[in-house]
């Protein structure tokens, strides 16, 4: 494969770039593509409406999950952000990466937000959420962490493969890609399993989410797998806390409030669960807004620390001192290669070595750092299971405002010791004979031998991987089945209930559970018709 399919000047990819800021604001209808479900920005096509499930969040485990529950049942699926479908810059390979370069507070697909430990970070504000945004590099998760989450395997299998069949695809590998891969190999990441769906130790080619025409398919895609007449897509419209009744000696959720994603916080909406006359048999708000979305939603709802809630005048529903605790975010280090002048095209990454018994993953690629074309190439290792742990709280009573979080990056003493030698590896990695042939030069790596040296490089240096997980954990939040412990009809799906990373890039884990938990949730509902009732915590 050529190395690049077509040379772009700097001032057309500006030009692409505008367009693609300016057509992703909210409009009243959108365009479906094929077979998608109504969506829409007009806040009165769902204003007082009742639904079997709403689902917060059209992210990466939400589409595939409000897919599936609409086979059987009405679903809302409210997303803060606006559809990619819009402009289709969005899903073109060639701009991958640029949505990074320009943030703001309140509309672009990604916004930022920087830890209490100083380190820049993002999240995707777009139907598919970070699916739409990020590298693309899908691998699923190992059967060790299966195991220890307790997943039935069987399900997990064919809920990965229901993903595949429609938005994963096999790469071709580039030159750049083709370099890296020898570079692992050379500094001994062996041994080399050609391609494959699994994390396995080694080297080895991993799937992608875009397609040989270099067009990116993302979550939002599969809801073109769930029955359309059954799934209402509400746009560009934050949720701002959940709608509670009291049911018994427990609170029961009866629906979401929310606000217009550019509008006033004080002009709010609401929209409900249906309610059957066989009150047992009633479905769910589902939270599926992300690492740092859901424990937001949670807290702003009056669940979560009562002294902290008590710091923002937040009426207590649940003292439930779990939630916002134990977030983690693996660390990175990046090392920069300078770009060859004519490789202008950015690139994610193909090829990933699994080093040091899965606690290493090291990855190529390249990306821009303007809007005129310009790249770096960069060889990054991240520490895939991180004993550090941090904390997220409120910053405002403002759902689109980030909340603070503090990810503690290598507080740990393993930590950082680990992180010297991540940082030895990833020097072999690109100070290789590969990479040098392929640049024609021998790459300049300024980075220290000296271990206490590298103790504080590592420290200066850490960057995240935006793997971000924790914050609804199982045990302390939710149960096994995903319910928020102590409350009716509430649910939380998505990377705020990982107490580690799947290793891997979490994106494939995350399609994956959002179908998985979908067919849970359907067989639950099936089970309690066939016996009259339905269980709850």
């Known amino acids: 494969m050529e190395l690049l399919l077509s040379v772009i000047h700097g001032h057309g990819l500006l030009a692409a770039f505008i367009f693609l800021l300016v057509n992703l604001s909210p409009s009243s209808s959108l365009s479906q593509g094929n077979g998608l479900p109504r969506m829409t920005s007009n806040i009165k096509e769902v204003l007082g409406k009742s639904f079997d499930y709403i689902v917060v969040g059209g992210g990466t485990a939400g589409c595939p999950l409000a897919a599936t529950l609409s086979e059987k049942f009405s679903v809302l699926l409210i997303e803060r952000g ?265 690139e994610p990454p193909q090829v990933v070595g699994i080093a040091k018994d899965f606690k290493f993953i090291v990855e190529g690629f390249v990306l821009p750092v303007s809007f005129n074309a310009t790249t770096l190439m960069r060889v990054s290792i991240k520490l895939a299971f991180p004993e550090s742990k941090g904390k997220l709280e409120l910053n405002s009573t403002d759902p689109r405002q980030n909340p603070v979080v503090l990810f503690n990056y290598l507080a740990e003493e393993k930590d950082l010791r680990e992180c010297v030698q991540m940082v030895q590896l990833v020097k072999k990695v690109a100070r290789s004979r590969s990479i040098a042939r392929f640049l024609g030069t021998k790459p300049r790596i300024n980075v220290t031998s000296n271990p206490n040296e590298l103790r504080n490089f590592c420290r200066k240096n850490v960057r995240t991987y935006y793997h971000f997980h924790g914050g609804c954990s199982i045990g302390s939040v939710i149960d096994r089945d995903y319910r928020v412990i102590g409350v009716k009809g509430l649910r939380v799906l998505d990377g705020s209930t990982l107490s580690e990373s799947p290793g891997t890039n979490p994106m494939a884990t995350l399609l994956m559970l959002g179908r998985y938990q979908g067919i849970k949730i359907l067989k639950e509902r099936e089970n309690g018709s066939a016996f009259g009732s339905q269980q709850h915590p």
Not at 213 to 220: L, M
């Open 82 to 346: 606006g559809s990619p479908y819009e402009n289709p810059t969005l899903l073109d390979k060639k701009y991958f990466g640029f949505p990074f370069l320009q943030t703001d507070e309140f509309s672009s697909v990604a916004q930022r937000f920087i830890s209490e430990d100083g380190v820049p970070n993002l999240r995707g504000r777009v139907l598919g959420g970070t699916s739409t945004i990020n590298a693309g590099f899908y691998s699923r998760a190992s059967a060790d962490f299966i195991k220890r989450v307790g997943w039935d395997e069987k399900l997990v299998k064919e809920a990965y493969e229901w993903v595949e069949s429609k938005i994963v695809f096999k790469p071709l590998l580039t030159k750049w890609s083709s370099a890296v891969m020898s570079a692992l190999l050379e500094a001994g990441i062996l041994p080399f399993n050609g391609f494959s769906w699994d994390h396995v130790a080694g080297t080895k080619i991993g799937g992608t989410v875009f397609d040989s025409d270099r067009k990116r398919h993302i979550s939002a895609d599969l809801l073109e797998r769930g029955n359309s007449s059954n799934i209402v897509v509400l746009l560009n419209a934050t949720v701002k806390n959940i709608v509670f009744q009291r049911d018994g000696n427990k609170s029961a959720v009866r629906g979401i409030r929310f606000i217009k994603s550019n509008g006033s916080i004080n002009q709010t909406y609401e929209a409900y669960l249906s309610q059957p006359e066989n009150s047992s048999q009633h479905g769910d708000v589902i939270l599926s807004a992300g690492a740092l979305g859901s424990p937001q939603i949670l807290l702003l709802s009056g669940i979560g620390p009562r002294g902290h809630l008590q710091t923002f005048s937040i009426p207590l529903l649940l003292d439930l001192k779990g939630v916002g605790q134990d977030m983690q975010d693996n660390p990175g280090i990046p090392l920069i290669i300078r770009a060859k002048p004519e490789y202008r095209l950015p």
